[in-house]
């Protein structure tokens, strides 16, 4: 059974930071590139950043200098630090791990949300 278990979110006053954590477990394979989504209501799910297992980064432009994406292979967990949280950074946020190959799979979390107030 595949699984991605996200922790960390909650409710934060701008300017402040929070953590997330996300745990895969079960077929999940150790090199998926993984990454954090974020989706407000009647808005497409956005890419927040994204890890490759060599630890290669990418990151949504609104994000870049202020959230930092890491992964532990071992333990096959990412994380994300997120600093100088704004109120346009409340969303839930979702964890993705994706299988790569001739047919492309996508594993997501339940989701946690995370909320900023200004």
């Known amino acids: 059974q595949v699984q991605l278990v996200e922790s960390g979110g909650g409710l934060v006053q701008a300017g402040g930071s929070l953590r997330l954590s996300c745990a895969a477990s079960?077929?999940?394979?150790?090199?998926?590139?993984m990454g954090w989504y974020r989706q407000v209501p009647a808005k497409q799910r956005e890419l927040v950043a994204a890890?490759?297992?060599?630890?290669?980064?990418n990151y949504g432009e609104s994000v870049k200098g202020r959230f930092t994406i890491s992964r532990d292979n071992a333990k096959n967990t990412i994380y994300l630090q997120m600093n100088s949280l704004k109120s346009e950074d409340t969303a839930v946020y979702y964890c993705?791990?994706?299988?790569?190959?001739?047919?492309?799979?996508?594993?997501w979390g339940q989701g946690t949300q995370v909320t900023v107030s200004s």
């Open positions: 890890i490759t297992s060599g630890g290669s980064t």
């Open positions: 993705n791990s994706r299988r790569e190959g001739a047919i492309k799979v996508d594993y």
């Open positions: 079960g077929s999940i394979a150790r090199n998926n590139p």
